[in-house]
Nanobody, 120 residues
Framework: QLAESGGGLVQAGDSLILSCAAS????????MGWFRQAPGKERDFVAA????????YYAESVKGRFTISRDNTENMVYLRMNSLKPEDTAVYYC???????????????WGQGTQVTVSS
């Protein structure tokens, strides 16, 4: 129900946009978000967006560099990543949650993930 795309290999300082295609029933009333998992580490929260698109919440490590957005008419969610750093290297997962909480987003649905690698 969630399919990510847009990952790849970039250099530090570059920008990248991740996309997430969702089925209509998943995105229409869900909190949407992005998580990431670096090698040997737990999966961490990155960003979340309310179902109406009027509220966002970001991890401190990406605040000011990443922007989450959604297009409910196209059933798409995006993560624009600017000023990428080597420590941003991870598999990025799109997620959807039925609950409205952003700061404590607990996904009910996950995508398969897309790899982002940032070289120094």
């Amino acid at each position: 129900q969630l399919a990510e795309s847009g990952g790849g290999l970039v250099q530090a300082g570059d920008s990248l946009i991740l996309s997430c295609a969702a089925s209509g029933s998943t995105i229409s009333s869900s909190t949407m978000g992005w998580f990431r998992q670096a090698p040997g580490k737990e999966r961490d929260f990155v960003a979340a967006l309310s179902w109406g698109g009027d509220s966002t919440y970001y991890a401190e490590s990406v605040k000011g560099r990443f922007t989450i957005s959604r297009d409910n008419t196209e059933n798409m969610v995006y993560l624009r990543m600017n000023s990428l750093k080597p420590e941003d290297t991870a598999v990025y997962y799109c997620a959807a949650a039925l609950s409205r909480s952003l700061a404590t987003m607990n996904p009910d649905y996950w995508g398969q993930g897309t790899q982002v690698t940032v070289s120094s």
